[in-house]
């Protein structure tokens, strides 16, 4: 796990008509975070696997795919076969979420899963044994620029504890509504790695606004490790 706050920036924010300049921008970035949403589990329909392939090519920063579609069991190991760092599936909308992390790890990514607002952690702790990454939704998947949830902590808290105790090795991840007013509570509840995408698409200098966020979210994040 890492020792300092990883920091995700969302491409769902950036300008898709200059997504090379865009991942250019986010130098010192820890993972670029890539929403592929498929209108059907969420209604918004943004990219798939042919944009996600162009993207491997423009940037060495590893990418984390966030899965928001039907039938990720079926589509997911295409993400992973082309290179991408972490692939994470919703806990909702996989058939088999075991069977899928195997598969995921198998074809040489990480394997990540993600919770809605309302699903509930503990019914999924024993599959997260299998993960590599769980993706806490602190809005409802499909759009960006919503309200954080801030309920959603407690799932993050539970997370940590399990890892601290050693039940879980993953890193906890958190996604929605991350900017400077709500990245120090998810830092104080054990998250390890913040998706933001207004707050860093939207500044005017966004690798700069990534060093601002890691340097603010330090504080909370060492005290929840201690």
Excluded at 95 to 114: E, Q, T
Excluded at 140 to 157: D, N, S, Y
Excluded at 209 to 219: D, G, M
Aim: charged fraction near 20%; glycine fraction near 8%.
């Amino acid at each position: 796990m890492s020792n300092q706050p990883m920091i995700a920036p969302s491409i769902l924010s950036a300008d898709f008509a200059r997504l090379a300049t865009e991942l250019d921008a986010v130098k010192g970035a820890d993972w670029v975070h890539v929403d592929v949403m498929d209108a059907h589990f969420v209604p918004n329909l943004t990219l798939g696997l042919p944009v996600v392939e162009s993207l491997l090519k423009a940037t060495d920063i590893p990418l984390d795919c966030h899965l928001m579609i039907e039938d990720p069991d079926r589509w997911a190991i295409g993400y992973a076969e082309a290179g991408a760092h972490n692939v994470t599936v919703h806990a909702e909308a996989a058939h088999d979420p075991i069977k899928v992390a195997k598969d995921l790890r198998a074809a040489g990514a990480k394997a990540g899963l993600s919770i809605k607002p309302g699903t509930p952690f503990d019914q999924y702790v024993e599959v997260l044994k299998h993960y590599d990454t769980l993706l806490v939704m602190s809005v409802e998947p499909g759009f960006g620029g919503q309200k954080f949830i801030t309920e959603v902590l407690e799932k993050a808290r539970a997370a940590r504890n399990l890892v601290d105790t050693g039940h879980l090795n993953l890193i906890v991840e958190i996604d929605g509504g991350i900017n400077t007013a709500t990245i120090e509570q998810a830092a104080e509840a054990g998250v390890d790695c913040f998706v933001a995408g207004s707050a860093v698409y939207g500044a005017e200098d966004p690798a700069r606004a990534i060093e601002a966020l890691r340097s603010q979210a330090a504080p909370n994040f060492a005290h929840a490790r201690q």
